[in-house]
């Protein structure tokens, strides 16, 4: 068994053993488990993507929604937008303008419980230096080795800046793009 195994098993297990834990918060993300992706009309043909890196730093217990909190952290830099020349152009300053902002970042400030398992999470989404409050839907499914957190909303891009110049025509690329995620978590 390999060092990195050795310790991810001993931090899987130190996670277990924390009161948390034993409470029925949910607090260890599992990265290969969680995806972050992003679905937008240009020319009127549907285009799909994601981000290969992010970070989340989380705490749920479905006894204690309105306790929960959420940070996500997504490196711009590892976009996923169908091409190497869709990719290369994002980093623009037209568009994420990467060099000046190199990651977006969400900030939870409130989850209120809806019912059924549904939640609603209030926070701050800050990209291309610009914050805006959003409001996101999400969904808990608990299991047995992990929980899901699936959600999706809609992002206006030119609201942050995000494809600026001539490409802020809404008829070339649509306004509005549908992100989805769903963050994997243990801790029970």
């Known amino acids: 068994m390999s ?7 001993l931090a899987l297990l130190a996670v277990l053993a924390s009161p948390a834990a034993g409470a029925g ?31 989340v730093q989380m705490a749920f217990d479905p006894a204690r929604p309105e306790a929960g909190r959420a940070q996500i952290d997504i490196d711009l830099a590892s976009i996923d937008a169908g091409s190497s020349e869709a990719d290369e152009e994002s980093a623009g300053r037209l568009w994420f303008n990467r ?3 190199p990651s977006a970042k969400f900030v939870s400030s409130r989850i209120r419980a809806l019912g059924g398992n549904r939640y609603e999470m209030r926070g701050t989404l800050t990209l291309k230096g610009r914050s805006r409050e959003m409001i996101v839907p999400v969904t808990f499914k ?5 929980a899901t957190f699936d959600g999706a909303f809609i992002l206006k891009r030119l609201d942050f800046g995000i494809g600026e110049g001539m490409w802020a025509d ?14 994997a978590a243990s801790g029970k």
Request: aromatic share 14%; net charge positive.
């Open 3 to 9: 060092m990195k195994r050795i310790f991810n098993a």
């Open 99 to 101: 060099s000046a902002y």
């Open 25 to 55: 918060e949910y607090r260890t993300v599992l990265p290969g488990q969680s995806t972050i992706g992003f679905e937008f009309s240009q020319m009127g043909v549907p285009i799909k993507g994601g981000f290969k890196r992010f970070a």
């Open 142 to 146: 608990p299991g047995k080795a992990a």
């Open 170 to 183: 809404v008829a070339t690329v649509a306004n509005e793009v549908q992100v989805t995620f769903r963050i």
